[in-house]
């Protein structure tokens, strides 16, 4: 079956450090690939997403490239932020279409920006 | 746009009793999800509907039941409440045609004692 796995945490960072948190998914053929935010007290907000290889999806200073090689998704910023903090979320979408309308969320990773 | 609400916020029941969680959207979308939020576990898919009047089983669907009777609600019956049912439960919506891109609400936690 489908399977996203990323990087486990927490995730403690300085203001204005780098940020990778790795994600990478088992599907069949080549799902479409998000990333979720999720900050203290919310539900779930869309980052970013790919939906075919070599897509690189970007939003508010991040970005995650989709590489069909290493079926991996991982999400980056050069420089983060306290206002960052928060639950990251790997998400894979089958797009298989038919009654098949379960989307595969990795277990979230925590974030903490320190000032 | 109000996007997705959610009522209650937060809830206390004890074992054995009734309660249904309210989801309401404003962007006029088909397809709307029921997910629970647990430690460690990502979110699960509860139920989920792709159209006013029709309902589907989720990954974890037992112990819960749906209905989608208006286009724009879709609610979440818990019939006799268990403490492995403590949660904070997601409500979520998205256009038929990019169902990877959902739109969520808030959140109701649940506590089952």
């Known amino acids: 079956g489908n399977s996203v796995t990323q990087m486990e945490g927490p995730v403690t960072l300085s203001e204005e450090a780098f940020l990778t948190i790795n994600c990478t998914y088992t599907?069949?053929?080549?799902?479409?690939l998000f990333w979720y935010v999720q900050y203290p007290g919310e539900g779930l907000q869309l980052l970013l997403k790919?939906?075919?290889?070599?897509d690189k999806g970007s939003n508010k200073g991040f970005e995650a490239t989709y590489r069909k090689e290493t079926t991996s998704f991982h999400l980056e910023k050069g420089s983060v932020q306290v206002s960052d903090s928060a639950v990251y979320f790997c998400?894979?979408?089958?797009?298989?279409?038919?009654?098949?309308?379960?989307?595969?969320f990795g277990k979230g990773t925590l974030l903490t920006v320190n000032p | 746009n109000a996007g997705v609400t959610q009522t209650p916020k937060f809830r206390v029941l004890k074992t054995g009793q009734s309660m249904t969680l309210l989801c309401a959207q404003d962007?006029?979308?088909?397809?709307m999800y029921w997910y629970r939020q647990d430690p460690g576990m990502g979110l699960r898919l509860i139920h989920y509907?792709?159209?006013?009047?029709?309902?589907a089983k989720g990954e974890v669907p037992d112990g819960y039941n749906v209905s989608r009777l208006k286009k724009q609600n879709f609610l979440l019956g818990l019939e006799s409440a268990a403490p492995s049912q403590t949660s904070v439960y997601f409500c979520?919506?998205?256009?038929?045609?990019?169902?990877?891109?959902?739109?969520f609400g808030p959140g109701t936690r649940l506590l089952v004692l």
């Open positions: 979520a919506s998205s256009w038929g045609q990019a169902v990877g891109t959902q739109y």
């Open positions: 599907a069949t053929g080549y799902p479409s």
């Open positions: 790919a939906t075919k290889a070599d």
């Open positions: 998400v894979a979408d089958p797009k298989r279409g038919g009654s098949n309308y379960k989307l595969t």
């Open positions: 962007m006029n979308h088909e397809y």
């Open positions: 509907s792709v159209g006013e009047g029709t309902t």
